[in-house]
C-alpha cells in the first residue's frame, strides 16, 4: 500500500467542501468532549442505584458481621463490586514510581486516538487536508483545555466530575500534551509541504504562516518549561510563562486562521470568567504573621468577614490561595513585581468564628521567604490576600456515618489537613454514636517542634491525652549529623533549627523510629472483612507511596476503602 496523501488542485468547490469538513470535524472533535462527561454520570448513577438497592437490603441489619451482609457479600453482584473497585485502585496506581496514573495513562491514549481519528477520517488523499485536520482539531479542545485549569468555585468540570481544581489539573497538563502533539504534526506537515512545493521562501514572509510559527514557538516554551523539572527549579518561571503565554496564544491563533476563532473566543471567555470569579472570591485581611520558636514554621491568622467564613467551617481540610499586596511586600526586594503573579496555595489549619490559621514552612521562594520577613515584624498586620475556600475536601463523604474506621497519617507540615479532618472525624463520630476509636491519626514528624503550633491552641489537651493519636519523633542525633545541610524538600516534610528541649511539647506516643505503616494497615483492617474503612494521607510522597502498597493488599483481598492522598504539590 503505498502514500495515501498527495498534493491535489482543487477546483474552488473542492475547497469549499474541503473547508466545511474541516469545521465539521472541529465540531465534532470539541463535541465529543461530551462523551466523558456522559459516561461519568451514568456511571455515578449505576453507582447509587447499586448503594441505594444494598441500602435497602440491609437496613434492618447494620451490624458489619450480620448474616444479610455477608450473603451479600458472597453474592455476584458483591463479588463483582469488589472486582469493580480492584480494578479502580489498579487504574489509581502510578504507572511507574512518580508517573501518572495508569487510568491516565489509558484515558490519554484513548483520546489521542479518538482525535486522530477525527484528523484523519474523511480526509481523502488530499495532503492539505489532513495538515489543515490537525490544526483545526487541536484548536477545538482549547475551551476545555482552559476550563481544565480554571481554578474558580464555578469551574463547570469540577461541578459535573465532583472534583475539584487540583484534580483537573493533572488532566489539564495530559491535554495539554496531547494539544501539543497535534499542533507539532500540523506544523511537521506544513513544513514539508511548503518544501515539496517548493514555495518556503514564499510562505515564510506570510503573515498568517509568520504569526503560526509564533504561536507554534510559544506553545514550545510552554510545553518546555511545564516539564516537572523546570516547574522544580524555579515554580516563577513556569507559573508566569504559563500565564502570559496562555493569554498571547489566543490573538495569535485568532489571526493566523479563521477557522480557529469560535474556538479561541470560547477559550477567552472561560478564561476572563474564571479570573472575574477568583476575584470575587478573594478578600484581604490584615494578618497576624508569627515564627512559631525553634521551627522554620510561620502561623498566619487571617480575619475573614463573617458571609464568608462559615464556608471555612463547613469542611475540614480546605486550601486558600495566599498572595501579598503592594502594601506589604518586602522594600528591598529587586523584584517586587513578582508577587503581582504569585498566589500560593496553604492548608487551612484552624477556624474560629472571625479568622483562619495558616501554618506554613519558609522556603527559598519569594512568598514564603516575604513572610518570614513579616514574622519578624511582631507589631505589624500586614494585608494579605486570600482567595478561598478550595479543595477537594469539600466533596468529601461524612466519614463516620459511611465508614466503620477512619485511618489518618500526617507526616511533618501535612498535619495542617489531616488534624482538623481528625478532629471534625471525631465529631461525626460522636454524632453517630460511634466509639471514637474507630479513628486513629498516625502524625510522623522529625522533631516535636513540628507540633508546636497545634499544642499551643485550645487543642493542646485534646491531643496531649488522646490515646487514638500516635506522634512519632524520628529524628535522631545520627540522622542529623548523617544531613546537616538536607535541603528543605517541598512535599510535606519539614526541616528545623537545631533545639535543646527542656520538655517537648509533645511526647513519642508512637516511639522514635518511623512508623510501621503495614503494621498500622493491617491493624485497622483486620477488626472485620465486612468493615469499610477510609484512609488519608499527607506527608512526603514516599510515605503515601507506601501506605498505598499496604493499603492496596486489602483492596485486593476485596476491601471496600476511601483512600486519598493529599498532595503538596503538582
Ligand atoms: C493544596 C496544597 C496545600 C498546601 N498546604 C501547605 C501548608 O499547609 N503548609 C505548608 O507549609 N505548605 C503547604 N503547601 C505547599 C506550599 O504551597 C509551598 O511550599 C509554597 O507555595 C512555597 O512557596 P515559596 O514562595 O517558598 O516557593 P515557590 O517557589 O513559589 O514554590 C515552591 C513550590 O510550591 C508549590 N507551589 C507554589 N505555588 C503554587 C501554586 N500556585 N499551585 C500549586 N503549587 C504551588 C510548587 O510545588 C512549587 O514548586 C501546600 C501545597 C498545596 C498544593
Known amino acids: 500500500m503505498g502514500w495515501p496523501y498527495h498534493l491535489l488542485d482543487l477546483t474552488h468547490e473542492q475547497k469549499h467542501e474541503r473547508r466545511l469538513l474541516l469545521d465539521r470535524y472541529g465540531i465534532y472533535a470539541q463535541l465529543s468532549a461530551l462523551i466523558p462527561i456522559l459516561a461519568y454520570q451514568l456511571y455515578r448513577l449505576g453507582v447509587w442505584v447499586y448503594s441505594e438497592r444494598k441500602r435497602s437490603k440491609a437496613s434492618y441489619s447494620a451490624i458489619p458481621s450480620s448474616p444479610t451482609l455477608k450473603r451479600s457479600r458472597a453474592s455476584t453482584a458483591g463479588n463483582f463490586a469488589s472486582k469493580w473497585r480492584s480494578t479502580v485502585w489498579w487504574l489509581e496506581g502510578e504507572l511507574a514510581t512518580g508517573w501518572s496514573s495508569r487510568g ?80 507539532l504534526c500540523h506544523a511537521v506537515w506544513y513544513v514539508n509541504y511548503f518544501v515539496q512545493a517548493g514555495v518556503v521562501k514564499k510562505r515564510l514572509s506570510d503573515p498568517v504562516v509568520i504569526v503560526g510559527i509564533i504561536a507554534f514557538l510559544l506553545l514550545n516554551i510552554i510545553a518546555t518549561t511545564s516539564l516537572e523539572l523546570v516547574r522544580r527549579w524555579s515554580y516563577r518561571v513556569f507559573f508566569v510563562l504559563h500565564l502570559m503565554i496562555g493569554l498571547w496564544m489566543l490573538p495569535l491563533l485568532f489571526f493566523h486562521a479563521s477557522a480557529l476563532r469560535v474556538y479561541v473566543i470560547e477559550a477567552l471567555v472561560l478564561f476572563l470568567f474564571d479570573i472575574a470569579c477568583r476575584n470575587l472570591d478573594t478578600v484581604t485581611g490584615f494578618a497576624t504573621v508569627t515564627m512559631v520558636p525553634h521551627t522554620k514554621l510561620i502561623k498566619l491568622k487571617v480575619p475573614i468577614p463573617a458571609s464568608k467564613i462559615r464556608r471555612f467551617q463547613a469542611k475540614p481540610g480546605q486550601h486558600v490561595y495566599l498572595s501579598i499586596p503592594p502594601a506589604s511586600r518586602p522594600l528591598l526586594s529587586s523584584s517586587p513585581w513578582i508577587h503581582d503573579f504569585l498566589f500560593n496555595p496553604f492548608t487551612v489549619a484552624e477556624v474560629s468564628p472571625t479568622d483562619i490559621t495558616l501554618v506554613l514552612r519558609t522556603l527559598r521562594g519569594p512568598t514564603t521567604k516575604a513572610l518570614g520577613g513579616l514574622a519578624q515584624l511582631s507589631k505589624a498586620t500586614p494585608p494579605i490576600k486570600i482567595e478561598g475556600p478550595l479543595g477537594c475536601s469539600q466533596r468529601f463523604p461524612n466519614f463516620a456515618a459511611n465508614y466503620d474506621r477512619v485511618l489518618l497519617v500526617a507526616g511533618g507540615v501535612g498535619s495542617t489537613f489531616i488534624l482538623p479532618i481528625y478532629l471534625n472525624t471525631r465529631e461525626q463520630m460522636a454524632a453517630e454514636g460511634k466509639s471514637l476509636d474507630h479513628v486513629k491519626l498516625v502524625w510522623s514528624m522529625r522533631s516535636a517542634a513540628e507540633a508546636i503550633w497545634a499544642v499551643d491552641s485550645e487543642r493542646k489537651h485534646a491531643i496531649a491525652e488522646d490515646k487514638n493519636i500516635k506522634i512519632f519523633l524520628t529524628r535522631s542525633q545520627a540522622d542529623d549529623q548523617e544531613h546537616p545541610d538536607k535541603s528543605i524538600p517541598v512535599d510535606g516534610s519539614v526541616e528545623l533549627d537545631e533545639l535543646q528541649w527542656t520538655e517537648e511539647p509533645v511526647e513519642a506516643t508512637g516511639g522514635r523510629d518511623r512508623p510501621d505503616l503495614g503494621k498500622i494497615v493491617d491493624e485497622t483492617f483486620r477488626h472485620g472483612n465486612a468493615e469499610r474503612v477510609a484512609v488519608l494521607v499527607c506527608g512526603p510522597k514516599q510515605m503515601a507511596r507506601e501506605l498505598r502498597g499496604h493499603v492496596g493488599k486489602w483492596v485486593e483481598k476485596g476491601r471496600d476503602v476511601y483512600f486519598h492522598n493529599e498532595s503538596f504539590g503538582w
Open 104 to 183: 491516565q495513562f489509558i484515558a490519554a491514549g484513548v483520546w489521542t486516538s479518538w482525535l486522530l481519528f477525527l484528523c484523519v477520517q474523511n480526509t481523502g488523499e488530499d495532503y492539505l487536508h489532513i495538515t489543515k485536520r490537525f490544526g483545526v482539531v487541536a484548536a477545538s479542545q482549547f475551551p476545555v483545555h482552559y476550563m481544565l485549569s480554571m481554578k474558580s468555585q464555578y469551574s463547570p468540570l469540577a461541578f459535573v466530575f465532583r472534583s475539584s481544581h487540583e484534580q483537573l489539573n493533572a488532566w489539564h497538563r495530559i491535554s495539554g500534551r496531547i494539544i501539543h502533539f497535534l499542533l
